[in-house]
């Protein structure tokens, strides 16, 4: 809780999408002080935004708890998916690459088909993947930003579950990120805040329809991370990135490591059979009774 990076950050800013082994300092993902127990033996899991950040994190955790995994990412997130990659296959597992857009229909179609062609089965699907652009004032979002915004966010995380639920047996998990910002609301994020709100009352509307199915449905709830996410933000200046996260109670923004046990957490049988419903908060200390 003490030792990992705390701003003033180098100031910084990239294009979006972003690429994470740009960022300043380096985002960490490995989790050397977690330890495995085969929680996720002979399963498959399909990642969106499994390429950098958090879903980095969690297709690396899932590896290593013996999961094959399959990462989703856009087309100019390459280099990161190939890096991220490499290190499941260190692992002793399988790593497909899908790159597409998901903010498109066939994307999403493809993303399930694909994974389920190559592995034959799914029984994760971390929805994961999002769009943030920060605007000044409510009225600078536009009807494309606003679009683009639900249908990266909130449209794919639907088009994905309706297109996995033919291959999801009873057992299966599926895991979507949500935010603070959908708890709590964030000044400047009125579009991106409104979709993680929407992603909550999905996940809680979905969990009930598929409680008889077997099926699970849960969501993670970040406060601030060190991802290209924020970096990339349009709307955010050098000098904001470089002070991302000093306003969380722990004065920093969490590391992708920090969010990954969560997830893992939600994707175990072993660990919350039990548990269907729950948007769970990963705040830093940030509470809210939402």
Known sequence: MQSEPKPPFPKQHQKAPGIEKRLDPLPQWRGERYREAAKLQGKIALITGGDSGIGRAVAYFYAREGADVAIAYLPEEESDANETKEAIVALGRKC???????????????????????????????SNAAHQSRKAKPEDVDDEEFDRTFRTNVYAYFRLVRAALPHLKPGAAIIATSSETGLLGAEKLPDYSSTKGAINALT?????????????????APGPVWTPLNPSDAGASPEKVSQFGSQSP?????????????????????????????VLPVMGGETSGG
Do not use: H, W
């Open 96 to 126: 497909l690459l899908l790159p597409g857009d998901l903010s498109e229909l066939e994307a999403c179609n493809d993303a399930i088909e694909r994974t389920v062609a190559e592995f034959g089965q799914l029984d994760i699907l971390v």
């Open 204 to 220: 809680k509307t979905l969990a009930m329809d598929l409680i008889e199915r077997g099926i699970r449905v849960n969501a993670v």
């Open 250 to 278: 722990m004065k920093r923004p969490a590391q992708p490591e920090e969010l990954a046990p969560a997830y893992v957490f939600l994707a175990s049988d072993a660990d919350s059979s039990y548990i269907t419903g729950i």
